[in-house]
């Protein structure tokens, strides 16, 4: 299967769309994106769980003088995400197909331009193919939030995001270009091909490791965002259009960590270690600040997105525990919740138009009376989102949890009051935005077919991997261990001299 | 076998989803009879498992089955799989056995409920939970029957959900029970450190190897387990839920908070004996925690005057009882009181029902008077109940209550400091059960009684929530417009009357010095106990003796304090007024958790909110960038206007061109 076929169909089914009419451009959008996520379905089934390495693979090379190669390929680690990306991608353009928009073309046309560069960010097996990548996923975004966004300030919103998110990418540029040069052997010529560069890894003196680690880890935590460099998320996230939202909190957050795993660990594994706790602080401050936010604020868009933060904290947790369950459990829970926190923003949508128009919860109150199918589906997407035993959320984060419990053992005991307060804050949206006496405008109604149709499968694949969650786990797991091998092996020696 | 035990979880799961998927078409009380048909039909696989069971050698009695892989990676062995043993089939013929019952009550109690397929879904649903949680085979899967139990509880608590006092005290609940599920994921984390095994049977076979030189992590293992078990038995300090939970539906206090999910505490004692035995601290510091429950809640229900909070303190204490027991190695006993307190209990809940109902939804005691006559059946099922909770012989609490307490003291030494604690709760409870029944039953007739005598059940003029007096809304159409009195439905009827002989005979399963029926059905379980405690013969006759003098005497003050001479409890409170004040505001519990839990995360997050937020990640760290960011917006302010089609397209082209440079130049 051709890699380049999935990465490009979706940007090119909605150029072709150009030249359609504007009240059909949201068809070509569809029909890409479920191409897309037709071939993504027939990757999963062709997927060969027992071949170690990269599979499907297509290299060119591309710029000889540089060394850059057109290097696309799958394995374990980025397997399910990229399903995931289709998956988001085609019900957020199905959300979005439903209602009409300003400027449809161009509107469709940033749409599938995104999901393009999130696939090829997720595929990328080339350093410089990555980081261009990288970048060019976040373009449409500012442009989707400025110019089609939910709020006054929005322009300002997306300007502070696309400078949060410019140093970031700066950083990491020359991050990148610093460890091609570095990394390349005397007589060899450079390359930037993840696979040769990890095998080079070694090469690189320990203190270029720890700044090239450093400037990576800053692109990677302002993506997720992590505390303290979430300054633009609630500015950003009250911009953009919700469906917009539901994939850019689903999936580009996840790219970031999985940046981590595909990149900054097998190519760094020294400054890995070196930083393993400064990181491991910064995910244990990310959960317990977002859930305090979350469990205060009172708007239910931030209430996400606090607890998204601290939810992608349990992830980065899970990376740098740097134990097989830790990781593992992480790669699962960046599945997880992308899967969790598309569908809650949906339903968010739609609890703003049953509350006339308010996004605040004290305007709500008393949804569930008239609509209790929708009250079933946003129940389930409230317990997956926190964790609930029997969710496939639940799996991640125990397997994070065990993995951070062997290595550092305070750090899991603090982490836990995380899960506590996830409880505390995703009852209190359910509560008051679906129970309790209703509020004063509220106009409880059931959730539309059309509606149903998109949020009723996303909520059946949140029961389907919590019934298998070994689906995801079976297929990651080696690859995951391979990814954080090396540095799993550094702290080994650490321990034993501690005994 | 193996059909027939996982037919136990089936049945009620597909009893969950045909109610929940036939909320709209399913008629009249189709719902109900289909709930309970379910529950009925995995009681009777439940039988047919033990009859199974009951077949195969004493050696062969603990059989697993797995279903499929879950979570098996990297060293994690996360399986679907059910233990079949005398302990976990125990569990669920009370479980089944009790849960029909009330579901049959259910049937009745809720017919005019609007939510009345939701109910059931949410009834069938826990009992799927409580059945996934004692079948368990493995950590993981414990794990999720528990929080399972936890949301189902959550739900129904909540079931009333237009009641701020509902949901307020639903979400009270599952975040303590979120607190017991991390205690128990944590002493998992430590026993699967040394153990590298999730599986129950492989963690035991090897545990006395696994764990030598490991006593520490041990320890601390067992007592995140217990702190688990203290969230959902109700334990001190872990228990101030349970008497919110009241707020649920009667037939939920009855199965959920009385006769089946918070005694899993004492099943997972129980469950992890051969870890408990190799340590003594665990051990200890169950059955202290036990016993100070058993107290203290005896003494709130002394106090307090909501009916059905006091049976729910009682319930707080019974499960004290019993948690002492397995701590402290008396497993069969402590089961033994579960299983007979499942049937008093659930009696006891299903009559306070019928009351309530009677009296239009209002709880409080102070209101009620004198119902003897008016619900003559009623009254005969709250006094079985009161004389087995108060332990009278010869009815089931009587027995069940004296074992535990003379195999405590068959331990000896400082055990003994506990078995007189346990003779105390005795006394309580004989008195709060019985002031409980005397000022419901006995005296002259209330205003609701008088006219249930005359013939016609008492509605409110406006419904009205009993919590705090607030008016409903009235197009919600629940609670429901009807109330079912015992007296008036034969569902009602039948379900008490079942579970009243039970109450009474129960107790013949284990006589001492005549039967030892239970004990020798769970030996299998216990076989690799080091335990051996067996009471002399003297202790076994002292124990008996004082029990039911004891019994007895609590009745008798009772009886003198709320009937021979009213005047007396106010006389009594007002000389021990700190000490009334200290009981009636149950030890203030929920004072300090508030002050030293809630508030701070509270501020915390108020902090944040307002301090944090604005000034530090605005202000300081993009303190540089907030001119550019000024500078930018204007500039894309400037491109909006027009400008932003061309420049989106000139991106792309230019993205593209560099591209297609960059593609032909390479080949």
Not at chain 2, 83 to 90: E, V
Not at chain 2, 452 to 468: I, K, M, R, T
Request: aromatic share 12%.
């Amino acid at each position: 299967m051709n890699l380049s076929i999935l990465l490009w169909l979706p940007l090119a089914a909605v150029v072709a769309g150009l030249i359609l009419p504007a009240t059909e451009a949201r068809f070509a959008a569809l029909l890409g994106s479920a191409a897309a996520l037709v071939l993504s379905i027939v990757l999963l089934f062709r997927f060969d769980t027992g071949k170690p390495g990269l599979q499907f693979v297509t290299n060119k090379v591309w710029i000889s003088e540089l060394g850059i190669h057109y290097k696309l390929g799958v394995d374990g680690l980025n397997l399910f995400l990229i399903l995931l990306a289709a998956i988001l991608f085609f019900a957020a353009i199905a959300w979005t197909a439903l209602r009409d928009w300003e400027r449809p073309r161009l509107f469709y046309l940033w749409f599938g331009l995104a999901e393009s560069g999130v696939l090829g960010a997720l595929m990328a097996q080339d350093l410089a193919l990555f980081v261009i990548f990288f970048d060019l996923m976040l373009v449409p975004f500012y442009f989707l939030g400025g110019g089609w966004g939910d709020t006054p300030n929005r322009v300002a919103a997306m300007v502070k995001l696309f400078i949060y998110t410019l140093v970031g990418s700066l950083l990491m540029l020359s991050a990148a270009v610093a460890t091609g040069v570095l990394a390349q052997g005397p007589g060899q010529p450079i390359t930037f091909d993840l696979v040769q560069l990890a095998s080079n890894a070694r090469r690189l003196p320990v203190g270029s490791q720890e700044w090239i680690f450093l400037f990576f880890a800053a692109a990677f935590l302002v993506k997720m965002p992590a505390f303290p460099v979430h300054g633009w998320m609630p500015d950003g996230y009250k911009a953009m259009p919700l469906p917009v939202l539901a994939v850019f909190s689903g999936v580009l957050s996840k790219v970031a960590a999985y940046g981590f795993l595909r990149i900054a660990l097998p190519l760094f594994p020294d400054a890995a270690v070196h930083f393993q706790e400064l990181i491991l602080f910064i995910a244990l401050a990310s959960i317990l600040y977002g859930s305090v936010l979350a469990f205060t604020t009172r708007d239910t868009r931030l209430i996400l997105g606090y607890s998204s933060v601290a939810q992608l904290g349990f992830i980065t947790l899970g990376i740098f525990s740097l134990q097989d369950t830790g990781a593992q459990g992480a790669l699962l829970q960046a599945f997880n919740h992308g899967l969790v926190v598309a569908p809650a923003f949906f339903i968010v949508a739609l609890l703003a138009a049953r509350a006339g128009g308010s996004e605040d919860l004290r305007d709500m109150g008393g949804i569930a009376f008239r609509a209790p199918i929708l009250a079933v589906l946003f129940l389930i997407v409230a317990f997956a989102n926190l964790a609930m035993p029997g969710s496939s959320n639940f799996v991640g984060e125990f397997l994070i949890l065990l993995g951070v419990f062997n290595s550092k053992i305070v750090i899991s005991f603090v982490a836990f009051t995380g899960v506590v307060l996830a409880s505390v804050y995703t009852l209190r949206l359910f509560i008051r935005a679906m129970h309790n006496r209703v509020g004063p405008h509220v106009e409880s109604r059931e959730i539309s077919l059309t509606h149903g149709l998109i949020v009723a499968p996303l909520v059946a694949l949140i029961v389907g991997i919590a019934l298998y969650p070994q689906l995801a786990l079976h297929r990651s797991q080696r690859s995951v261990q391979a990814s954080i091998r090396e540095a799993k092996a550094l702290t080994q020696p650490a321990r034993e001299a501690q005994r | 076998m193996q059909t027939s035990a996982w037919l136990i979880l089936i049945f009620p799961l597909a009893g969950t989803l045909i109610n929940a998927f036939g909320w709209r078409v399913l008629p009249g009380k189709a719902c109900g009879w289909i709930g309970t048909a379910a529950i009925g039909a995995a009681f009777i696989a439940a039988v047919a498992t033990f009859i199974a069971l009951q077949d195969r050698a004493e050696d062969q009695k603990q059989v697993v089955f797995v279903a499929w892989d879950y979570a098996n990676t990297v060293g994690v062995d996360g399986k679907i799989s059910i233990l079949i043993d005398p302990l976990s089939i125990f569990m669920a013929l009370v479980v089944t056995g009790v849960s029909t019952l009330i579901h049959l009550y259910a049937v009745a109690y809720l017919w005019k409920d609007r939510g009345y397929a939701r109910f059931f879904a949410y009834l069938n649903y826990f009992v799927f939970s409580m059945l996934l949680l004692v079948l368990a085979a493995n950590f993981l899967l414990l794990i999720i029957g528990w929080a399972f139990v936890g949301a189902a509880s959550y739900l129904l608590i909540s079931f009333w959900y237009r009641r701020t006092t509902a949901t307020t005290a639903g979400i009270k609940a599952f975040v303590i029970n979120v607190v017991g599920d991390v205690g128990l994921v944590i002493g998992t984390f430590f026993i699967f450190r040394h153990s590298h095994t999730l599986d129950f049977l492989g963690t035991f076979d090897s545990a006395s190897r696994d764990f030598a030189g490991h006593q520490g992590a041990l320890t601390a293992g067992l007592i995140f387990l217990l702190v688990g078990a203290f969230a959902k038995s109700a334990q001190v300090p872990l228990h101030t839920w349970l008497p919110d939970a009241m707020e649920g539906p009667t037939p939920v206090s009855a199965l959920i908070h009385a006769a089946t999910m918070v005694t899993a505490g004492v099943y997972l004692i129980a469950r992890m004996h051969p870890l408990f035995e190799l340590s003594p601290a665990a051990e200890t510091v169950g059955a202290v925690i036990g016993c100070v429950t058993l107290l203290i809640a005896g003494t709130i229900a002394l106090a307090v005057t909501d009916l059905k909070r006091v049976i729910a303190y009682s319930t707080m204490s019974q499960i004290g009882y019993m948690v002492m027991g397995v701590s402290a190695g008396a497993y069969v006993a402590g089961l033994f009181h579960l299983m007979t307190h499942a049937f008093f209990k659930a009696l006891l809940f299903m009559a306070a029902g019928s009351v309530i109902s009677a009296m239009g939804g209002e709880q409080s005691m102070d209101r009620m008077s004198g119902f003897r006559r008016a619900m003559p059946f009623t009254f005969v099922a709250f006094i079985v109940g009161g004389l087995a909770l108060a332990a009278v012989p010869p009815f089931s609490g009587f027995f069940s209550k004296d074992e535990i307490l003379t195999d405590i003291g068959a331990r000896g030494g400082l055990w003994w400091i506990l078995v007189v604690g346990g003779y105390i709760g005795a006394i309580l409870t004989a008195i709060y059960t019985w002031r409980m029944i005397f000022r419901t039953f006995w005296g002259d007739p209330c205003p609701e009684a008088r006219d249930l005598e005359e013939g016609h059940l008492y509605h409110p003029e406006a419904p009205f929530n009993p919590s705090n007096g607030e008016i409903e809304d009235n197009d919600v159409g629940f609670p429901g417009p009807e109330h079912m009195i015992a007296e008036r439905s034969g569902e009602m009827k039948i379900a008490m009357s079942v579970l009243a002989v039970l109450a009474i005979i129960g107790g013949l399963l284990q006589i001492p010095f005549v039967t030892d029926a239970l004990g020798h059905f769970l030996d299998p379980t216990f076989a690799d106990s080091n335990l051996d405690l067996s009471p002399s013969d003297g202790l076994v006759v002292v124990g008996l003796i004082l029990g039911a003098g004891l019994s007895l005497l609590g009745i008798w003050i009772a009886y003198v304090v709320w009937v021979k001479r009213p005047g007396t409890s106010t006389a009594v409170r007002e000389r021990l007024h700190p000490l009334y004040k200290l009981f009636v505001n149950k030890w203030y519990f929920d004072e300090l958790i508030n002050a030293i839990v809630v508030r701070p995360f509270a501020w915390a997050g108020r902090f944040g909110q307002q301090t944090f937020e604005r000034v530090v990640v605005n202000g300081v760290f993009v303190g540089g960038t907030t001119g550019i960011v000024k500078a930018g917006s204007a500039a894309a302010r400037a491109l909006q206007n027009g400008f932003l089609r061309a420049y989106a397209a000139l991106l792309v082209l230019g993205l593209v061109g560099v591209a297609l440079y960059f593609l032909l130049q390479s080949s």
